[in-house]
């Protein structure tokens, strides 16, 4: 079964407009952290963010913001205003102490911004 | 502070052939991850590493041996190449599991 679920393949938005990517992720363990990056067209892969799972704080940095709900096992990156710089692929992952803190990634969100 | 590196960028091999890829990192990490990423699958993780001397297999380990000798390398290799291991390969490094930090990748192609 599929750890971390990101369903949305590809998005196109119109830039300034807002999006969310979701992430739905699958654990039994009570200590556990989820990450997000991001994959610009060059291919390297850049860190966003990590939250741990005994802080469900949401995050805003800039013009990105998370929110992280154990309810749902959801944990969902909203652009805001979107430019085209952030044309990418999107990746949400887990890591699950109790497997070695090995990382399990979704299989991605293609985000393309029409200037 | 070069971060994590990879060598080399790109690589053509015939079926059969052997290579190495190696992973250099300068942040004294302690985990060292190789994975490989295909169209439509995202990353998924072939070996690890959670110290030198030490390694552990992944969701994807078959074909794949790995090495870590050094704390700062880990080495990633194919004795006998196969296409279906024509893929991107990024290696990693984290503090003790925690945020992963990746190289740029390196380009496989086995015809």
């Known amino acids: 079964a599929q750890k971390v679920t990101q369903a949305q393949t590809e998005i196109s938005v119109v830039e300034k407009e807002d999006v969310t990517l979701d992430c739905v992720y699958e654990t039994r363990d009570t200590t556990y952290y989820l990450f997000w990056y991001k994959q610009p067209p060059s291919g390297e892969l850049v860190f966003l963010i990590r939250?741990?799972?005994?802080?469900?704080q949401n995050e805003i940095s800039g013009r990105y913001s998370w929110n992280f709900q154990k309810s749902t096992s959801s944990f969902n990156f909203t652009i805001t205003a979107s430019q085209v710089v952030d044309s990418a692929v999107y990746f949400c992952?887990?890591?699950?102490?109790?497997?070695?803190?090995?990382?399990?990634f979704g299989t991605g969100t293609s985000l393309t911004v029409i200037p | 502070n070069a971060g994590v590196t990879q060598t080399p960028k790109f690589r053509v091999l015939k079926t059969g052939q052997s290579m190495t890829l190696l992973c250099a990192q300068d942040m004294n990490h302690e985990y060292m991850y190789w994975y490989r990423q295909d169209p439509g699958m995202g990353l998924r993780l072939i070996h690890y590493?959670?110290?030198?001397?030490?390694?552990a297999k992944g969701e994807v380990p078959d074909g794949y041996n790995v090495s870590r000798l050094k704390k700062q390398n880990f080495l990633l290799g194919l004795e006998s190449a196969a296409p279906s291991q024509t893929s991107v390969y990024f290696c990693?490094?984290?503090?003790?599991?925690?945020?992963?930090?990746f190289g740029p990748g390196t380009r496989l192609l086995v015809l």
């Open positions: 939250r741990n799972s005994f802080d469900e």
């Open positions: 992952a887990l890591s699950e102490k109790g497997t070695g803190n090995q990382f399990y």
């Open positions: 590493s959670v110290g030198e001397g030490t390694t």
């Open positions: 990693a490094s984290s503090y003790r599991g925690l945020s992963q930090y």
